[in-house]
């Protein structure tokens, strides 16, 4: 088989269907056959975008590619690719380099940096595994070993085509399934037994769902725990609405210092915590400023599971939280009746200037299960913890990262990979001046995404800060944006009573897509944001 | 002295009074302190945008500074710190990191990706010297080395700053002049002697002025050369403009196979070449089609000269070229007349629809000595090699790496570097979708801007290679962008009238930005551009 057509057909199998990317010289004919098959080619705007769209893919779909040019297309991809690795977002990152052929005596073909092994070596930093194809016998094996990494670890894989090697045929040797680990029965006993001592002290305990929950597909098993068990649980920034927002025992979104009140003190004044797949980062738990007893906390990992700080290499969620709910009846509470936080009926009032919190009330109003919510980083992403979502996973946000620029080309991604959703943006204006352009690729494809950009004239968080000039931004007239680039209606909205009306229009056009400029006070900012920029003003304790 | 202090002095004393950047909350203390000082700092759109503006600032300035973020701020710096480095721009970057106090235990703080040296370890891959600043004591020394590397090697440099560092004391030195390499006579003279003897039996000489001649500022003693000897000379893709086009003895722009016929013979038929401080890259030698016979090449370089395939590392330009000057008695010649491509005037006929061929005539009509032209990569560069500029240095483009996106951000730099000119953009509209909202950012500093966009619909440069729907574009309303962006006026050209109106009104509002959509048809090319891409078609020979 040509590699083409191998790389191609293991793609696919991998699971993704879509293929984000700009073309150039040295990747064009594997292009161009990418494009007759039956993979989706989307073009973005700028190689970046591409990034950010096949991160989103893959959160939604379980596997994501992008496919840029040697130099000025790949090296475009290191910051989308360092995101999607620090959050464990399975990107395949194929790029097109220099033939084989080519190379004899190290001249200057156009693109190279220092060495033809620059960008290799620069991806060696934010991939799981890397492979350059310019052997075309091992070809096959070598792509298997990258995407099969990628599949395991949930993190980017790294793929180099030499242009003179897209046809070349390489040898493809029978599969053998993947061996299971074999589960560790005994000592998968001790570890449960161990966790159902702590817990069956418990009176006070609670379920902590962290992202890896989503990350390697854990929610059945875990909500299974949920049930069985009768505990509250809560989810974190990176891994909201992993589980519905709207199942009986859920409490709210924990982020430490930056949690509301009740839920903070649920979650550090509990007696027993099952803290299943976290990432541990300052962001999700407001600068490290959580209080938590060890000696209590059971936190299955996707590789391990620690209990009360000893650490058990022979199980990890897959193994042991299911084995843990076969125990539940020796640990487990009636049902919990949380008094949450009520999303009340928003009744806009007329000529009311719009504030953050009053979008957000109105946001809840008007999301519902059909849509999937992309928050930016900033306090696009701190205020969307407050929405509550009914579907599952329904809210990506780069949580840890933490790149601005995201939203707008991973909701394309997004939307690539849940058709049938609508997708909502939300962000800043700074955000959108660095990616929002990629509205028109949306607009390309016929998506009816809505982008709702926070207009606080500027970066915002950083005003509660260190707060100057830099922070202000050179305005723009964002609701006429979606008209020059051919992509959409736009809407600017200062009020309440603009802000429904815009809302109104959008849901009564379900094809269509949206920018809704919302004009907020240059200090407007949601509650957990204030946490948050004051924790970082007053230092890391 | 603090070590914020030290840095933004050390920056100033290298030549720069501008720094490109968008904080974060890693930079914002030593951001707001840069602010505070005489240092301009320049917040861009994207990051993306920040880098490619450092770029065009140095390469008229002679040296730049960009300021992001740890992550996904410096990350984003990665492909246009390539391109710097792949063409000699000396630009240094600065990125605020997390503090050295906070790193006890590895802890996972935001934007981090592999480990804290993650950063360091990608920039050491394009960069000509690195330096972490988590020694006060050490730290001006370290500044000191870094800024001198990129001046002696006009290759970028990168200095990370921890952010528990801004405001402490650092141990300033005496410093000693640098000793400048002394010239070993008796080899400079072997030297010289050997490239007298090539030169006085040449019968058709001519001189080649490359890149290096601009970035080590070399062209005094190079047109002195030209003067007293006599020759000819070319300049090349990389150096088009480093010496007076208006120079009676200016024969055009050499670029192999890419070359209009009579430089093509010039260059080739030619018997005794002395070739100043090339880049020998792919796209400069149109895919390396150059026909010469190096036993009559005399290439002086940086710092070594190579003569007749003969290397002599005790010489580079700056001893070589004037000791060969004094000997020009030996080898002149009477000034060549060189028949030029006359550029006539324009005269539009109206009705008459616009093409890239006439848009340049048009084009070498319009501009004058007060003008920069930026050109993007693709055929904006190839086009643009046929402007006759009478600036010199009046033309940028990536003319070797290659990165589209770079124009509009780089005519950013570029303006802030000189800003009694005024710069005209000449990119595609795959480019203007890259990085055009970067209009955003000159409209806010009050910029005079001219941004040409040549559209294609798409990406124009690939079709004659292997063409598909990949290489065409969402279309963008492009004269309508400015208005959304409140960033200047929009004129959308389809005629030759169409297009005279707007470059007259852009002439008669000196002081306004201006973006001008040229509709060409979608297979209309330069004659430069189907050179090349038929040779890439027909494959590397």
Chains 1, 2 share one sequence.
Not at 34 to 49: F, I, P, R, T, W
Not at 161 to 182: F, G, H, I, S, W
Not at 438 to 460: K, W
């Amino acid at each position: 088989m040509e590699i083409w057509q191998y790389l191609i057909n293991a793609v696919q199998k991998a699971g993704a269907d879509h293929v984000f990317g700009i073309q150039g010289d040295y990747v064009l004919n594997f292009f161009s056959r990418a494009h007759k098959s039956s993979l989706k080619v989307v073009n973005m705007c700028d190689e970046q975008g591409a990034g950010f769209a096949a991160d989103g893919y893959a959160r939604i779909n379980g596997f994501g590619a992008v496919c840029a040019t040697y130099g000025p297309g790949c090296l475009k991809l290191v910051n989308p690719t360092a995101q999607a690795y620090a959050e464990l977002s399975p990107v395949l990152v194929i790029s097109g380099v220099p033939g084989v052929s080519e190379r004899g005596g190290d001249p200057l073909l156009h693109h190279k940096v220092k060495s033809f092994d620059t960008q290799l070596n620069v991806f060696k930093e934010m991939t799981c595994a890397q492979a350059q194809l310019s052997d075309a016998k091992t070809a096959a094996e070598e792509i298997d070993r990258v995407i099969a990494a990628v599949k395991r670890s949930k993190r980017p894989g790294y793929i180099e085509l030499p242009r003179d090697m897209v046809n070349a045929e390489t040898v493809v040797c029978p599969k053998y399934p993947e061996q299971e680990k074999p589960v560790d029965k005994e000592a998968l006993d001790r570890a449960v037994d161990r966790a159902v001592g702590i817990l069956s002290k418990a009176q006070k305990p609670v379920i902590s769902v962290g992202m890896e929950v989503h990350r390697f597909g854990f929610q059945k098993i875990v909500l299974e725990l949920i049930e069985r068990s009768g505990f509250p649980f809560v989810t974190g920034v990176l891994s909201k609405s992993v589980i519905t927002e709207f199942h009986p025992q859920f409490c709210g979104v924990y982020a430490g210092a930056m949690s509301p009140e009740p839920v903070q003190q649920l979650v550090e004044g509990a007696d027993g915590i099952i803290a299943v797949g976290p990432l541990l980062s300052d962001l999700a738990t407001g600068i490290f400023n959580f209080d938590i007893d060890i000696r209590k906390t059971i936190v299955p990992l996707s590789e391990r599971v620690i209990i009360g700080g000893k650490e058990f290499y022979e199980a990890g969620i897959g193994s042991f939280v299911p084995a843990l709910t076969e125990k539940a009846d020796l640990f487990k509470k009636p049902d919990t009746v949380f008094e949450k936080n009520k999303t009340d009926v928003f009744v806009p009032v007329s000529g009311q200037k719009i504030t953050m919190k009053r979008l957000i009330a109105a946001l809840n109003g008007f999301l519902d299960g059909n849509m999937i919510v992309v928050a930016d980083a900033g306090d696009a992403m701190f205020a969307g913890l407050d929405l509550v979502l009914a579907r599952e996973a329904g809210f990506l946000s780069p949580a840890y990262y933490a790149s601005t620029g995201f939203a707008v080309p991973a909701a394309v991604g997004a939307k690539a990979a849940a058709p049938d959703k609508r997708v909502i943006v939300l962000e800043g204006d700074g955000s959108f001046q660095m990616t929002g352009m990629e509205i028109s690729t949306a607009a390309g494809l016929g998506h009816n995404t809505v982008v709702i950009i926070l207009n606080n004239g500027g970066y915002g968080t950083f005003r509660k800060i260190i707060d100057g000039p830099y922070n202000d931004l050179h305005n723009w007239n964002y609701a006429g944006v979606p008209e020059a680039l051919n992509s959409g209606k736009g809407f600017a909205v200062r009020t309440e009573d603009d802000l429904i009306s815009a809302l109104f229009r959008v849901k009564d056009h379900p094809d269509e897509m949206a920018v809704i400029e919302v004009v907020l006070d240059r200090m407007d900012f949601s509650e957990r944001s204030l946490l948050l920029t004051s924790r970082i003003k007053s230092g890391i304790k």
